[in-house]
């Protein structure tokens, strides 16, 4: 990622320029159709009350709130604005097409962004005019903003309400699961090397193993990022040979990937080979997913998909008809003698922000966690790998921490319930403590499971029964 670009005040004054652009009349041929895309109006409508609607929908502050663990000033910033950060995402595509984008030297005007690994070069031709490419470019200004609006443009997807189902037939078994990693980080990078070895070991133990993203591709999701951050070459940890070998791939639907209204996920990821069985029967990429084994389901929740497109999802939803489906396989399993495990990007419970845990899940899967037919839950969303306690669930994690560094504060003070532990296992950079990246490895045997938490570094601080 591109240190210029995730600045929290250099983001801020890119909005205040495309403000400024819209206000002008510039734009005035892309504002209907963006309009018409976050539900604001059609794409014939009068150009000023389009204009009026998109700076309605822009952040007072310019930047909208940081995401998860984002709030330190030297913390990469990713707004939880969608529309903040579909501006980040044309910044960073539109300097790479115009071929100003270098890989990052100490130092410099963005050097306290940690993590990033490449920054916008300063060229003779920059030197001499030194406003180019930067808010004071007004043709450069107009190009961001014309490519954000032309994202906007595009609404959200179309939510698939028939579900993907696997069955895998051996009882042991592995499962790969790591949250918010879509960041291209060097962190994230390492995180992905850690579990394609992983993938390889299980292999020469003639161990099936499976890989899932809990979601998240930064900063908006979009096509281009999902190709950069996660299929690209060395990135996603199973490859097309692993695949065609029985190493399956699944993703869930992250808040940060519905920003760009869900395309990247559904149409760029899930359209790889790789992820081939997350598709309905009738070869549709979906969302939401059961694997079936002999003593497990493991389904995947959407807890993202929203007709609202600029809903910054910090809370879960569950589009319908996901809640009755899981009941239907809740009541099955049960029956059969299985155990149900749960995975989703959005948090049951949490022991930071309790403002995030809104009414819907607990309501719309009530008849399950009333009935205790919930083992384990895994999530992300918040960057952080934590244990939790849950009164309806005996197993609550959350595997937030693949691919977004967050600030280490104070250590002395307990973890507010519910939280149980948390892993403190940390890095320096720029003066300060960072939060380690990590992943997690689910060992099946039968009905029983063992998850062990993998740091970037390759140590393993700890494992634990999943009961």
């Not at 899981?326 to 990007?345: D, N």
């Not at 895994?378 to 967050?406: S, Y």
């Amino acid at each position: 990622m591109i240190a210029d670009f995730l600045d929290q005040r250099a983001v801020g004054g890119y909005v205040a320029a495309m403000k400024a652009q819209l206000a002008a009349g510039t734009l005035d041929d892309k504002a209907p159709a963006a309009a018409a895309g976050i539900g604001r109006g059609s794409p014939d409508q009068d150009p000023k009350a389009a204009v009026q609607a998109v700076l309605d929908a822009l952040p007072d502050d310019n930047t909208g709130q940081a995401s998860s663990g984002g709030g330190a000033t030297s913390s990469p910033f990713y707004s939880r604005a969608p529309m903040v950060s579909l501006l980040q995402t044309s910044l960073e595509d539109e300097a790479r097409k115009s071929g100003i984008v270098r890989e990052r030297k100490p130092g410099g005007p963005f050097g306290h962004i940690v993590g990033a690994a490449e920054s916008i070069e300063h060229t003779i031709d920059s030197i001499l005019h030194p406003t180019k490419f930067s808010t004071d470019d007004p043709d450069w200004v107009t190009r961001i903003a014309a490519a954000t609006l032309d994202r906007i443009a595009k609404g959200n997807r179309a939510f698939n309400p028939t579900p993907a189902e696997h069955e895998i037939s051996d009882g042991h078994f592995r499962v790969l699961v790591v949250g918010d990693w879509g960041s291209g980080l060097p962190h994230a990078c390492m995180v992905s090397a850690l579990m394609a070895a992983e993938v390889e070991d299980a292999l020469a133990k003639a161990v099936p193993i499976h890989v899932i993203h809990l979601g998240d591709v930064y900063y908006s999701g979009d096509p281009v990022e999902v190709q950069r951050r996660v299929l690209a070459d060395g990135m996603w940890p199973v490859s097309a040979e692993q695949d065609a070998r029985g190493v399956t791939s699944w993703a869930l639907n992250g808040n940060h990937d519905m920003y760009c209204g869900g395309w990247g996920f559904y149409d760029t990821l899930l359209a790889d080979e790789r992820f081939q069985k997350q598709h309905s029967p009738d070869g549709q990429p979906t969302s939401f997913f059961r694997i079936r084994t002999p003593a497990w389901d493991l389904v995947g929740l959407d807890t993202s998909w929203d007709s609202d497109v600029l809903t910054e999802g910090q809370s879960a939803v569950l589009a319908d008809p996901q809640a009755a489906i899981v009941q239907g396989w809740a009541a099955e399993a049960e029956h059969q003698g299985r155990k149900l495990m749960l995975m989703s990007h959005h948090q049951f419970v949490t022991a930071y922000d309790q403002t995030d845990i809104g009414p819907v899940l607990g309501a719309k899967l009530a008849p399950l966690l009333e009935g205790r037919q919930i083992t384990a839950w895994l999530w992300g969303h918040e960057h952080r790998c934590v244990g939790l306690e849950a009164q309806e669930i005996p197993f609550a994690r959350c595997i937030g921490h693949g691919g977004i560094p967050v600030l280490v504060e104070d250590t002395t003070t307990p973890l507010p319930k519910p939280g149980l532990w948390q892993e403190t296992g940390s890095f320096p950079e720029n003066g300060s403590n960072w939060h380690k990246f990590g992943f997690a490895v689910l060992e099946f045997n039968g009905p029983d499971a063992l998850i062990t938490y993998r740091d970037d570094d390759g140590t393993s601080p700890r494992s634990e029964p999943v009961t």
